[in-house]
């Protein structure tokens, strides 16, 4: 992202309506600076309107005694109920709170009561551009501690959906830190569940059995005995025997990232969008559906708001992508990618309806950029989550995964280019529909030649 643009993700019911600006006096104002834990610092300081965002950083890193590389690892965010925005450091905050109506007209569908009530607050944050495989080379148990309570905050609010056995694996973790090693006599079942929301996340502790006892059975997962499997994994952490506890919570803290490391969105910035359901029934019944657009370092996917699922996982390698905004229509985010009509390889196109679009698509493009920046000097490692470019993404062995791409959910345009014209076709494609795609790099997103007598849908 380039110049003076931000990133914008969603915050749905994660926001916050606290204020972060005060008057202490004549010229005085206090800030005030949240964590995502709730804990709050405190900042005393004259000429706020010209203070800039890697001041205030600073100022931060410096009552949290945090070590200097903290710099890179957090960010400054505003943050409320509408909208999120990471600052870049040069951002003056004052002066964008100022913005902050402006802001929520141009990339929010808020009412006009809602944009005149809405006040941000500002959070301390991990920096989406940070690398994840350096985190797990922290020592310092205070920036762990942060990126530990940022990484549960994402996963109890569905943000990271995963497995619920990942969840449970992650929620005994949560259980070890919280109450410390395992005790039979006071650990049981029962003490758990009356704290369950601590431990796992909401959609799973609250959904409905009937409602989801098929979709379990489907995945091929035992029913959900959500303090059962807790207490199991609990009982299973191993400990390290008489090691100081200094090591013991970097250890768990580590554990915990690791395991999180796994989740292909990890780090992402969020950006709220819709989608077309696939026409269903005789009556042809159409609508949309809400989602939640999660684009990391490595791609982007597309995840259920509801059902807390990926519908859409695409690495950079596998897309083209663009922005349109015809005078009298929507913006849309278009994701072009491969895929399968009735056997043959097609050009699926999926149309993703959102205010915020014009960020996602210059988000996508600045990941490119680093991602080509940064390659040669050290390159991510290869997780099961995150192949490397040079490999075909595996097929998950659980087809019922959270983290498993749903097609048959989307409403999706299979194509052919003629000429200048674009026609929908069954089953085989041609070459791309945009020219913005990954460049100079390895892809497995190629083009397919038309064949001919091409069946029209």
Known sequence: MEGDKLVVPPSGDHGSQRSSVSSTGPRAQDVLVYLVDDTVVRLTMDNLPSVTAHELHRMVLDVLKLPESALEIFSLWLVSAFLEVQLKPKHQPYKICRQWQELLFRFTSCSVDEIVEDEPSLQFRRNIFHPRRKELQIQDEDVLRLLYEEAKYNILGGRYPCELTDCEALGALVCRINLGPYNPEQHTASFLKEKMDSFLPSHICHRGHKRFGSLWKRAGSRSPTNEQGLLQAFREIPEAGACEEHATQLRLYHAYLQKCHELPYYGSAFFFGEIDKPVQGLLHRSGRKAVIVAISLEGVYIIDSKEKCVLLGLRFQELSWDHTFPSEEEHILWLEFDGENEGQQVNKLLKIYSKQAELMSSLIEYCIELNGSAKGLDSEPAT???????????????????????????????YVEEGKEI??????????????????????????????NLEQG
């Open 384 to 414: 099961a989550a995150v192949p490397t470019s040079d490999q075909q993404p595996p097929k998950m062995q659980r087809q019922g995964s959270v983290l498993c791409s749903r097609i048959q959910r989307l409403a999706t345009i299979d």
């Open 423 to 452: 026609k929908r076709v069954k089953p085989r494609r041609t070459t791309s529909f945009f020219g913005r795609q990954l460049s100079n790099a390895p892809t497995s997103y190629s083009a397919v030649r038309a064949a001919e």
